[in-house]
């Protein structure tokens, strides 16, 4: 994505597109951002499952042999598809012709699917949905994103070396800065000190003039 920098407040030098990116992944992270504090401490995560779709099936998270995987098949073409080339079942197809059965035996599809699922690893029906033009995607954990290369775009760093857990946001205009670490109550304890100590010294010396 990238904005047209045109804003008459914007000197010509700086009247150029401006690259903007935003990572979704990230977003989620920073969205996250209690689950990725313990993840982040090694404490123990909260997972949840059963997403059903109340439009379409199958549509949520299934169980495979090594965690789980999101397939999404919106129209009966991507349905069949996915039964004859991925999972190589015809029968499989024809027990669940159409999203409306599959909405009225939604818990019996989603047991028979895992049952077939969980015989290979999500990488393995990844790479064929890929194949086929079907959106699938292994689902990751918390403590397992931490560990992707997406998501060191997600932090930051304060100019006292604590992790910043963002967004993920960037563009080419506002180049990527530490941020200012947390205030402590005594951080301008000696500033304000040797303030209050020079002000008290000019007013005495002040009023020893007056007098």
């Keep these: 994505m990238c904005l047209l920098g045109s804003s008459p407040t914007l000197p ?10 935003v990572s979704l992944a990230g977003t989620a992270m920073w969205l996250q951002t209690g689950q990725v504090t313990r993840a982040l401490e090694g404490k123990e995560e909260f997972l949840r499952t059963g997403n059903q779709d109340q439009f379409a099936v199958p549509f949520s998270y299934y169980t495979t042999k090594n965690g789980l995987i999101s397939i999404a098949t919106v129209n009966e073409d991507q349905f069949k598809k996915f039964c004859l080339h991925v999972l190589k079942d015809e029968d499989f197809h024809k027990k669940y012709p159409t999203i409306q059965i599959r909405l009225e035996k939604q818990h019996e599809f989603e047991q028979d699917l895992n049952q077939k699922l969980k015989t290979e690893t999500k990488e393995y029906w990844c790479h064929l949905c890929r194949q086929h033009n079907l959106p699938a995607a292994p689902v990751l954990t918390v403590s397992e994103s931490i560990k992707q290369g997406f998501f ?3 932090l930051n760093y304060s100019t006292n070396g604590r992790t910043v857990i963002t967004h993920g946001g960037r563009n080419s205009f506002f180049k990527k800065v530490p941020a200012t670490p947390a205030p402590k109550l005594d951080r301008d304890h000696e500033n304000l000190s040797d303030l209050f100590t020079q002000d008290a010294h000019s007013y005495t010396q002040n009023l020893k003039a007056a007098l």
């Design 152 to 154: 060191k775009e997600a």
């Design 12 to 21: 010509d030098s700086e009247k150029k597109v401006i690259h903007v990116s």
